[in-house]
């Protein structure tokens, strides 16, 4: 089974929802640290898109992300997902490290999407199919790692893309930010192609293709560099 038969399975909520808070309006610390980083990469952007979860994971939902924003960086978005890290309080005994450590990020190429909000749409649930792994299986992602399942589909929205899986990058657009709650580092996810995935074998293999590459936003419609 590949991402996109699991993705298939664990469709995103329907609606964009703005974020919900606690019944017992507690703080979201967590989450204003992680906006406050990306209003400095993109000022002005205050109300960016955003995509939220609908019932929250702790309450029985399929999605553990609690929402997803995406940013305009010009000729791509740029996704930041909210909840691998603690965005609310402080539950974890490490004061160090903010719940998982890390959020999830993506950049998406927008020239010549098919239909733009389909795509946008289907980052999130790859972002939430992702922190799921992490989520029930403790699998913790890092930088200079590959996602390969062995699909052959496209991992866009209607899988034509050749790009089929990912590595894992420390985003270099936006910056490891103390919060509160501690350490949160950002990990982008970098599509590419079945034949540059089965080069790879280990995080050197992964730092020379993304070197070779040049580039973290991911284009649908780009040929294999192998």
């Known amino acids: 089974m590949g991402l996109l038969d699991i ?14 808070v606690e019944p017992e309006e507690v703080e979201a610390v967590g989450w204003d640290a992680i906006e406050k980083e990306f209003l400095r990469v993109y000022p002005g952007q205050e109300n960016p898109k955003h995509y ?6 702790m309450l029985g939902g399929k999605n553990p ?3 997803i924003s995406v940013y305009d960086g010009g000729d791509y978005w740029h996704f930041v997902s ?21 959020e999830l990020t993506f950049k998406l190429k927008k020239a010549d999407l098919e239909d733009e909000e ?13 922190a799921r792994i992490t989520f029930t299986k403790g699998e913790l992602f890092a930088p200079d790692e590959f996602i390969y399942t062995g699909q052959t589909q496209g991992i866009d929205a209607f899988q034509k893309s050749n790009l089929t899986g990912f590595i894992c990058v420390k985003d270099p657009t936006v910056e490891t930010i103390d919060t ?7 990990l982008e996810l970098v599509g590419m192609t079945d034949a540059e995935l089965k080069t790879l074998s280990n995080k ?4 020379e293709l993304y ?11 780009r040929e294999s560099i192998v």
């Open 118 to 130: 389909a795509e946008l749409r289907n980052i999130c649930g790859i972002l939430q199919m992702v």
């Open 204 to 207: 050197a293999s992964v730092a």
């Open 65 to 67: 992300l609690d929402g």
């Open 52 to 57: 939220g979860t609908v019932i929250k994971w």
């Open 180 to 186: 509160p709650n501690g350490r949160v580092e950002f």
């Open 82 to 102: 909210f909840g691998q890290t603690e965005i609310y309080e402080k539950e974890c005994d490490n004061k160090e490290i903010s719940g998982y450590g890390y």
């Open 211 to 221: 070197a070779k590459l040049g580039s973290d936003v991911t284009d649908y419609h």
């Open 7 to 20: 993705f298939k399975k664990n469709k995103p909520e329907e609606k964009p929802v703005a974020p919900q």
